[in-house]
């Protein structure tokens, strides 16, 4: 005997949008819905797709959206792109269902997947006819990417916004909204035959005999009949939510609803006492009546819901998107451990070992309490055994740490001809691409950003630095001198990883034309200090196989060994130099983990233990006037034995392209990412 619930899946494809996709070509994605025991595989069924833009052929509808039944996926309409930031408006909606066991079954997986072809190149007008007339997209098209997204407690209502986000060199992001709702309930023998009343009345008192008492009543009332009128009455309240909007914005005529009052049952008196027999078939009788009286009104909710997403996709889409950013800010705000200073800043600190064991535990306690996340979450940024946890000290010369939010910040799309400008410089022998993730992350949540991944310096990083930092100020003056005349760039911030954020400090004194629009700096494990010390042997020794077998200037700068006095190598003279003060907002940004870089050089701190008095000196020159500056230590969920784990170079990279710790950075410093 079996008792699940009859669950509608609506998922509500708004739009799609290009951050980074490196080929022009045509796109669609295909998602399924499943529950996963061990080996097995609980499909939900698509029943239905609604597609709120039908008509003519463009290039953004080239095929029509479509449902795959052998293997229970939805297949989004074909579009084209052919342009940087391109959005193509979907206003499709896929409605699946599946029965499940209500108390007992895993979380529902939802998964989508990027397919892609440029047609062999040919992508003119004569081809896509051909395609079109014989769309054999089983056979042309290559999946390019995918993205996996966990629904917990979504059996009794679900509703919200989710950027299914796609990475690397198809970086692009589809918009979505997730609704379930708990339909009806369906009661089966193991024989997969419809039940009687009798076998029912069974299943729900299976403990009792002829009669049922009170408190059985009163059990079976609220898991089936309680929980369905709280669904209903939770998708009837954003039904209603959403029509009032509308209507508000003048557009409530395109709809007429017909929801009725929510389901409520009134009294003071418990359920059972409302019943005058006890009988056990009787029972199931009435409760059995009152359920279907129930699932009739989630019923009339549920295709008002249907319709009010054929109607008002983007409303919807954008109501849910704001309570998302609010969670994911909240969420993200708990991962951080945070201690304000306010005074003169502190630079002989020290460490906290007891930080990396506070966040294995934090991170465990999640994992076991699988609390404190999204109800429908990205599992490669928010799954509880991939979370980076941060802890954050600030120092403020004076007043009070102002810390603002509005969720509005990552909604508005709206394009302004003020633009703030993120310089984004690549360490030691790296590349551009190596910022390309966090550039792709800086996109997706503000698209109105400029964003200069520096390239003036690959294959030059065994120089000196100071060459470096005139090459990296020339791209940035001829970046900006570039830009139309409609576009003022009034904000400007670099972040720098490794000896990135040395060559931005290095370029400073060439920008000083710009010093008024210098807003944030963030170094990402930058040596400001030098590293002179090394807390793994591999590294040290690496590093001076390097600069006699090179004949690095650069590492030679670095390990501050390119003078015979301390006192008059490069670094010392760049921190004498510090033109650190010219930003509102300082972010350094290291990790314990790493023994790539020393972690109190990426700090500008001295080790209590020993310090030595020109490293002292160069810490007191660059800290001095500086007005805010955040320190941040960043411990990753990185597995023990990994052969990049020996030498400290995965939190070392981490920090480029681990998506929980970016996803919190932007979150934790959203308003740096306005133009004013």
Same mark, same amino acid.
């Given at each position: 005997?079996?008792?699940?619930?009859?669950?509608?899946?609506?998922?509500?494809?708004?739009?799609?949008?290009?951050?980074?996709?490196?080929?022009?070509?045509?796109?669609?994605?295909?998602?399924?819905?499943?529950?996963?025991?061990?080996?097995?595989?609980?499909?939900?069924?698509?029943?239905?797709?609604?597609?709120?833009?039908?008509?003519?052929?463009?290039?953004?509808?080239?095929?029509?959206?479509?449902?795959?039944?052998?293997?229970?996926?939805?297949?989004?309409?074909?579009?084209?792109?052919?342009? $940087?930031?391109?959005?193509?408006?979907?206003?499709?909606?896929?409605?699946?269902?599946?029965?499940?066991?209500?108390?007992?079954?895993?979380?529902?997986?939802?998964?989508?997947?990027?397919?892609?072809?440029?047609?062999? +190149?040919?992508?003119?007008?004569?081809?896509?006819?051909?395609?079109?007339?014989?769309?054999?997209?089983?056979?042309?098209?290559?999946?390019?990417?995918?993205?996996?997204?966990?629904?917990?407690?979504?059996?009794?209502?679900?509703?919200?916004?989710?950027?299914?986000?796609?990475?690397?060199?198809?970086?692009?992001?589809?918009?979505?909204?997730?609704?379930?709702?708990?339909?009806?309930?369906?009661?089966?023998?193991?024989?997969?035959?419809?039940?009687?009343?009798?076998?029912?009345?069974?299943?729900?008192?299976?403990?009792? +005999?002829?009669?049922?008492?009170?408190?059985?009543?009163?059990?079976?009332?609220?898991?089936?009949?309680?929980?369905?009128?709280?669904?209903?009455?939770?998708?009837?309240?954003?039904?209603?939510?959403?029509?009032?909007?509308?209507?508000?914005?003048?557009?409530? +005529?395109?709809?007429?609803?017909?929801?009725?009052?929510?389901?409520?049952?009134?009294?003071?008196?418990?359920?059972?006492?409302?019943?005058?027999?006890?009988?056990?078939?009787?029972?199931?009788?009435?409760?059995?009546?009152?359920?279907?009286?129930?699932?009739?009104?989630?019923?009339?909710?549920?295709?008002?819901?249907?319709?009010?997403?054929?109607?008002?996709? @983007?409303?919807?889409?954008?109501?849910?998107?704001?309570?998302?950013?609010?969670?994911?800010?909240?969420?993200?705000?708990?991962?951080?451990?945070?201690?304000?200073?306010? @005074?003169?800043?502190?630079?002989?600190?020290?460490?906290? %070992?007891?930080? $990396?064991?506070?966040?294995?535990?934090?991170?465990?306690?999640?994992?076991?309490?699988?609390?404190?996340?999204?109800?429908?979450?990205?599992?490669?940024?928010?799954?509880?055994?991939?979370?980076?946890?941060?802890?954050?000290?600030?120092?403020?010369?004076?007043?009070?740490?102002?810390?603002?939010?509005?969720?509005?910040?990552? #909604?508005?799309?709206?394009?302004?001809?003020?633009?703030?400008?993120?310089?984004?410089? %690549? @360490?030691?022998?790296?590349?551009?691409?190596?910022?390309?993730?966090?550039?792709?992350?800086?996109?997706?949540?503000?698209?109105?950003?400029?964003?200069?991944? $520096?390239?003036?310096?690959?294959?030059?990083?065994?120089?000196?630095?100071?060459?470096?930092?005139?090459?990296?100020?020339?791209?940035?003056?001829?970046?900006?001198?570039?830009?139309?005349?409609?576009?003022?760039?009034?904000?400007?911030?670099?972040? @720098?990883?490794?000896?990135?954020?040395?060559?931005?400090?290095?370029?400073?004194?060439?920008?000083?034309?710009?010093?008024?629009?210098?807003?944030?700096?963030?170094?990402?494990?930058?040596?400001?200090?030098? #590293?002179?010390?090394?807390?793994?042997?591999?590294?040290?020794?690496?590093?001076?196989?390097?600069?006699?077998?090179?004949?690095?200037?650069?590492?030679?700068?670095?390990?501050?060994?390119?003078?015979?006095?301390?006192?008059?190598?490069?670094?010392?003279?760049?921190?004498?130099?510090?033109?650190?003060?010219?930003?509102?907002?300082?972010?350094?940004?290291?990790?314990?983990?790493?023994?790539?870089?020393?972690?109190?050089?990426?700090?500008?701190?001295? +080790?209590?233990? #020993?310090?030595?008095?020109?490293?002292?000196?160069?810490?007191?020159?660059?800290?001095?006037?500086?007005?805010?500056?955040?320190?941040?230590?960043?411990?990753?969920?990185?597995?023990? *034995?990994?052969?990049?784990?020996?030498? *400290?170079?995965?939190?070392?990279?981490?920090?480029?392209?681990?998506?929980?710790?970016?996803?919190?950075?932007?979150?934790?410093?959203?308003?740096?990412?306005?133009?004013?």
């Amino acid at each position: 005997m079996s008792n699940k619930g009859i669950i509608d899946i609506f998922i509500n494809v708004e739009s799609f949008r290009n951050i980074d996709l490196y080929y022009q070509g045509l796109y669609y994605i295909q998602i399924q819905a499943f529950q996963e025991n061990n080996t097995q595989k609980n499909f939900a069924v698509p029943i239905h797709v609604n597609n709120s833009i039908e008509g003519a052929f463009t290039f953004h509808s080239i095929l029509d959206p479509q449902i795959n039944y052998q293997n229970s996926s939805y297949l989004t309409k074909v579009f084209m792109i052919k342009y $940087s930031d391109e959005i193509v408006k979907m206003n499709e909606t896929i409605i699946f269902q599946i029965e499940s066991y209500l108390y007992s079954n895993p979380d529902l997986t939802i998964e989508a997947e990027l397919f892609f072809t440029d047609l062999g +190149g040919d992508l003119s007008p004569e081809s896509l006819a051909k395609f079109m007339n014989n769309p054999s997209t089983n056979t042309i098209f290559s999946k390019v990417g995918s993205s996996t997204f966990k629904c917990v407690d979504w059996k009794f209502g679900l509703n919200q916004f989710c950027p299914i986000v796609f990475h690397d060199t198809y970086a692009c992001v589809l918009y979505i909204t997730i609704h379930t709702i708990l339909l009806d309930y369906i009661f089966r023998t193991d024989s997969q035959e419809l039940s009687s009343t009798s076998q029912i009345s069974h299943s729900l008192f299976p403990l009792c +005999g002829r009669y049922v008492q009170d408190e059985n009543i009163e059990r079976v009332f609220k898991d089936y009949i309680m929980n369905l009128a709280t669904c209903c009455n939770k998708i009837r309240r954003l039904v209603k939510r959403i029509l009032k909007n509308c209507k508000t914005l003048g557009q409530n +005529g395109a709809i007429k609803h017909s929801l009725k009052p929510p389901i409520t049952f009134d009294g003071e008196l418990p359920i059972s006492k409302c019943f005058t027999i006890r009988n056990k078939k009787k029972v199931t009788r009435l409760l059995l009546n009152e359920k279907r009286e129930v699932a009739e009104r989630v019923a009339l909710v549920r295709n008002e819901l249907e319709r009010v997403l054929k109607c008002f996709s @983007g409303e919807m889409s954008r109501y849910l998107e704001e309570k998302y950013h609010d969670k994911v800010r909240n969420l993200s705000m708990e991962h951080i451990y945070r201690e304000v200073q306010i @005074g003169e800043l502190n630079i002989v600190s020290e460490a906290n %070992h007891l930080q $990396s064991r506070t966040a294995r535990a934090y991170r465990k306690s999640l994992y076991s309490a699988k609390k404190d996340t999204l109800e429908a979450y990205n599992v490669r940024i928010f799954a509880p055994e991939k979370l980076a946890i941060l802890f954050e000290e600030i120092n403020i010369k004076s007043g009070e740490l102002i810390d603002p939010w509005k969720a509005k910040w990552f #909604c508005n799309t709206t394009v302004s001809s003020e633009r703030h400008l993120f310089v984004l410089v %690549h @360490g030691y022998m790296g590349s551009g691409y190596d910022m390309k993730t966090l550039k792709d992350v800086l996109i997706l949540y503000k698209p109105n950003l400029l964003v200069l991944i $520096s390239e003036s310096n690959e294959k030059h990083t065994e120089g000196s630095i100071a060459d470096m930092g005139k090459r990296l100020a020339n791209e940035v003056i001829a970046f900006i001198h570039s830009l139309p005349e409609h576009v003022t760039v009034s904000r400007i911030s670099f972040i @720098g990883h490794s000896l990135g954020g040395i060559i931005i400090r290095a370029a400073l004194p060439s920008l000083l034309e710009y010093k008024r629009l210098m807003y944030a700096y963030i170094s990402l494990a930058s040596p400001h200090l030098g #590293c002179a010390q090394f807390s793994n042997i591999l590294v040290e020794a690496g590093l001076w196989v390097i600069s006699k077998i090179r004949n690095s200037v650069c590492i030679q700068q670095l390990t501050l060994k390119d003078c015979l006095s301390p006192r008059h190598c490069f670094l010392y003279d760049l921190a004498k130099t510090s033109k650190l003060q010219f930003f509102e907002k300082v972010i350094l940004v290291s990790s314990s983990q790493d023994s790539y870089v020393p972690f109190e050089s990426a700090r500008i701190e001295i +080790g209590l233990e #020993c310090p030595d008095t020109f490293q002292l000196e160069m810490a007191d020159f660059i800290a001095t006037n500086i007005r805010q500056l955040h320190r941040i230590n960043v411990d990753f969920p990185i597995k023990p *034995g990994l052969i990049s784990d020996l030498h *400290g170079r995965a939190a070392h990279i981490s920090l480029l392209d681990n998506q929980s710790f970016l996803n919190i950075l932007v979150y934790r410093f959203a308003d740096f990412l306005n133009a004013r």
